[in-house]
């Protein structure tokens, strides 16, 4: 069991340039989610998915997309990265269903680094 | 507006002693808080919950209490040792912010030996 895997550790973009980060889980959770961590600001979420085919924003999701490709697979995209994108990127996973208010225990992966100059 | 406040100066203090480390919260319906260890350069990893009707919780070395009324949690580690150092995190789930969990900055904790 791996867990909660994020592709890759470490990007350094220019400003304008596109990528996507990737994440899978194997605990066969139904819900994944992106947050980024910023010094002082704490965890940010981006993005959610609560079911394989559905998508919906978090606090912060300007300037980036999701998809939720299978029910391992959320995948993040910045389609023209900015120097406030600068940031750390967490993937997590928990077995919450949709729409309902369960115990969400989060299972996070090891996050990317990402750097935008 | 609604904020989740964690003291975000580190908290220092000697192997043994216990060490409490506080989330306040306002503006918030809670369903239940949640603690998180992050060690450096790692992803947040779950510790306890703490539902809304429940006053306390334990799990080995770690305490968490959860005061709708002063609308706090304190988590506590007793017998702290260096190897509890580390940021932790508070994370709450409430009626009243959509199907979030939104979090705390997180309190980094250094114990000496």
């Known amino acids: 069991n791996a867990g909660v895997t994020q592709t890759p550790k470490f990007q350094v973009l220019k400003t304008g340039q596109s990528m996507t980060l990737q994440c899978a889980q194997d605990?066969?959770?139904?819900?994944m989610y992106w947050y980024r961590q910023d010094p002082g600001m704490g965890l940010r979420l981006i993005y959610y998915s609560a079911s394989e085919g559905t998508t919906d924003k978090g606090e912060v999701p300007n300037g980036y997309n999701v998809s939720r490709l299978n029910k391992r697979e959320f995948s993040l995209r910045l389609e023209s990265a900015a120097p406030s994108q600068t940031s750390v990127y967490f993937c997590?996973?928990?077995?919450?269903?949709?729409?309902?208010?369960?115990?969400?225990?989060?299972?996070f992966g090891p996050g990317t680094r990402l750097t935008v100059l | 507006s609604q904020k989740i406040e964690q003291n975000s100066e580190a908290l220092n203090i000697q192997e043994g002693k216990t060490a409490t480390l506080t989330c306040n919260y306002t503006?918030?319906?809670?369903?239940?808080l949640q603690w998180y260890r992050q060690d450096p350069g790692r992803g947040p990893v779950f510790l306890l919950l703490?539902?809304?009707?429940?006053k306390e919780k334990r799990k080995e070395r770690l305490k968490v209490t959860f005061d709708t009324t002063l609308k706090q949690s304190l988590f506590h580690i007793t017998a702290s040792q260096p190897a509890d150092s580390a940021t932790y995190l508070c994370a709450l789930r409430s009626y009243n912010a959509g199907n979030m969990l939104t979090f705390g900055g997180g309190t980094r904790l250094m114990v000496k030996p």
């Open positions: 997590a996973s928990s077995a919450l269903a949709g729409g309902r208010v369960g115990t969400d225990t989060q299972y």
């Open positions: 703490i539902r809304e009707n429940e």
């Open positions: 503006n918030y319906s809670p369903a239940y």
């Open positions: 605990m066969n959770h139904n819900s």
